[in-house]
Each structure stands twice: as C-alpha cells, then as structure tokens.
C-alpha cells in the first residue's frame, strides 16, 4: 500500500505527530511525515514536487488542524487543496484530526474549512488536565485505525478472497521488509525493549489486536506473513490469525510458503516435559530447533527474570537442533503438531493454568505456524535475547485469540 501524507505545524506540534506516525506505522501504515520547514525554505518547486507527492504517491492524507494551519501558506495553500483534489478523484482518504480548535471553529477557516469540517475525522478532547496525555494517545490509536482500515477496505474489499500479505519490521538497521499490504514497523518498540530503556507495555500488542480486527472486518481469511523479524514477532503474528479464528495462513521461509494446513511428516521430535514445583503456576517452553545453547540459556534465564515457573517444556529435533534441521514446511507442521500437543497435554496433567513463557530458537515461518496453532491457551509470554547478549527480555504479552 501507499504511505499516508501528514500534514501538521512543526511548532509546537512535531513532537506529537511523530508519536501519530508511529502509531500508524506499529499497524502496517506507512506514512510521510515532512521534518523540515517548508515555510522557510520552499519555493515553487518544492510547491510543486509536494503537490504530486500527496495527489500522485500517497494512498490519504492525515491533516492535524490546529489553529495556525491557515498561517502556513504551505499547508493552506498547497498540501490542503493537493489533499483535497485528490479526494475528489476518487480513490484517497482525508482524515482531519481536529487537535486545538473544534469541527465547529474549523468550518469558519477560509477558503476549506467548511469541506474539511463535514469529513468528520478525529476530535482531541483535552482539558489541560493531568489526563491529557493519555487522551491524545487514544486519539491517534484511533486515527490510525481509521486510515488502515480505510486503506484495506479500498484495496481489498472487491477481492478479499486474496491473501493479505504482512511484512515485519523489528530491526532499526539491516534488510529490509519485502513488498506488503502492510508493513508492521516494531523497530523502535524492540529496540527499546532489548536495550533496556522500556518495559513491554502492551503497545504492540494492542496495534497487531487492531490489525487482526481491520483484516477481519474487511471480510479477509487469508494471511501470508513474511520478514525479516525477530522470532517473536512472527510468532505472535501467527498467534493473532490463529486458526481457532477461522483464518488461513502461511509465512515464508527460504523463497517458499509454508502453510499451517497441510500434511505433516513424521519429523522425529524429543521432547522433555518435566513438573518442576507444583506449587507454581507457569510453564516454559524451549523450542530449540536450531540452536543447541538456548535451553542452557533459558534455564539460567528463569532464575534472573524471576518467573513463577512450576513445569519445564524442551523441543527438540531427535538429531540435534540446526540450521538444517528442518527441510519443508511438511517438517515445521509435524513439530507444531508435537508442541502443541505436548503443551496441552503438560497443562491438563500439572493443572498448570498459568502463563507459558516461550523461548524459541528456530526458522522464521516455524515459529509463525506455531504462534498460528497456539490458540487454546492463555496468556503467552514471548521473549528475545537482550541487545547486549547478557539474557532475555519479554517483549510481547499474547492474550488467547477470540474465535
């Protein structure tokens, strides 16, 4: 899909914009978010050159109306009348997000104000109160909502019978995301999570929520996931399309689909299940396919994170994790299969009703089909090794799915 255009004064709201982008981006949005002063510096052919960005590049336009927009003749006099062109073309959102003057107060601003006000949009109710930070972030969630369930309405709604493609991206540098309906930007949510500076906080979590409902409202059952992205990642998308929600999934691994349905082999798999306290009501569960030194890792883990665990899962390849220990998507169905019998089975025997803590080492599209197949147990705690190597952190919560 096409980027979003947002249109804002800089002073003094860029800071707040910014965080609008990123909510956009957290549920596959790209947008374009203009840092500089154009103000200042533009002449006509900057003019120019953003009037065919918004009205030949972009899929909508997000305008923050405050009330010194009108004294922005880049804002009023070019981005506004290029945005609204392109409305009127047919085929292009303009979504107004009214942030210190009302729909009302708008519709007296000349010459646009009455069209801009009667597009609706997104009201900041903010009374200088302590709470205010708190409404402008539901603001934006909303306005994000808005604009990628706009975009997926126009794009799939005459053919939902096709599968929505979804990209990740949760590294700030390296290869970036492939082509997609929508691209899950998380790099700056990991980032932070890894080296420390936050704590999961329930943000991602609440955005793939968000993406799951737009998808499925839009009438669509079908999910091809592909990355780069962390493991946990692709786990918690599969777990956000879970097959107990109807839908029908696959994510790509080495320039192929692999698909959640289909026949399994008989990979051999060695799993060791072991009651550690039953006083305690977790479970952890190791998936070491790829790399040996993770359960060494996951158990001195335990201990530092703290966790209330009282039963231990380890699976295993019967030769031996590796990079080539799985060949098809026909092996990742089988060890899917082995886990997540082996989970339920581990539950109903422990009377363990706690959070399962994972910890996965393993192909990319094998740790998407297992968060797919993870649908009958709640909540899943999901974590990645630390930026400094020196243990593990939680990134994603993972409520049970709705069927």
């Known amino acids: 899909m096409r980027p979003f255009f947002i249109s804002y004064r800089r002073r003094p709201w860029g800071a707040e914009v910014l965080r609008l982008s990123r909510e956009c981006r957290r549920r596959g949005l790209r947008t374009i978010v203009d840092v500089s002063d154009p103000d200042r510096i533009a002449g006509q052919a900057q003019f120019d050159g953003l009037r065919n960005i918004i009205r030949d ?48 107060s708008a519709a007296a601003l000349e010459p646009h104000g009455r069209r801009i006000a009667a597009l609706g949009g997104v009201t900041v109710r ?24 706009a975009s997926l309405r126009r794009r799939f709604a005459p053919r939902a019978a096709e599968a929505i493609t979804i990209a990740l991206r949760t590294r700030v540098t390296g290869v970036q995301p492939a082509e997609a309906d929508l691209v899950l930007d998380w790099a700056e949510d990991y980032e932070q999570v890894l080296s420390g500076q936050v704590v999961n906080d329930g ?40 097959r107990a929600a109807g839908f029908q999934f696959e994510a790509a691994q080495r320039g192929e689909w692999w698909a959640a349905d289909g026949e399994a082999t008989r990979q051999p798999v060695r799993i060791a299940a072991q009651q550690l306290d039953p006083g305690k009501p977790d479970l952890v569960m190791v998936v070491a396919i790829s790399r040996p030194e993770i359960v060494r890792d996951v158990d001195v883990a335990v201990g530092t994170l703290g966790l209330a665990v009282g039963g231990r899962l380890v699976i295993q390849p019967e030769s031996g994790p590796g990079r080539n220990a799985l060949q098809s998507s026909a092996d990742a169905r089988a060890i899917v299969r082995d886990a997540t019998d082996a989970l339920l089975w581990a539950r109903a025997d422990w009377g ?52």
């Open 126 to 149: 903010t009374d200088g109160g302590l709470g205010d930070d708190d409404r402008v972030a539901a603001a934006h969630i909303e306005v994000a909502n808005i604009a990628v369930q």
């Open 352 to 403: 363990s009703r706690g959070a399962i803590h994972v910890f996965i080492a393993a192909p990319f599209a094998l740790a998407a089909l297992l968060g797919h197949a993870l649908n009958a147990v709640r909540p899943i705690c999901v974590y990645e090794p630390t930026m400094t190597g020196n243990g593990y952190a939680r990134v994603l919560s993972l409520p049970q799915p709705a069927a």
């Open 57 to 104: 590049d972009c899929d909508g336009f997000i305008l923050y109306a405050t009330r010194s927009i009108v004294e922005s003749p880049c804002i009023w006099n070019v981005e506004v009348p290029a945005a609204l062109d392109a409305f009127d073309r047919g085929g292009f959102d303009f979504i107004p997000v009214f942030r210190d003057l009302s729909p009302a």
């Open 203 to 242: 943000r991602l979590e609440g955005a793939l929520r968000d993406v799951s409902r737009a998808i499925a409202a839009g009438g669509a059952c079908a999910v091809r996931l592909c990355g780069p992205g962390h493991l946990s990642s692709a786990l918690a998308v599969g777990h956000a399309f879970a």
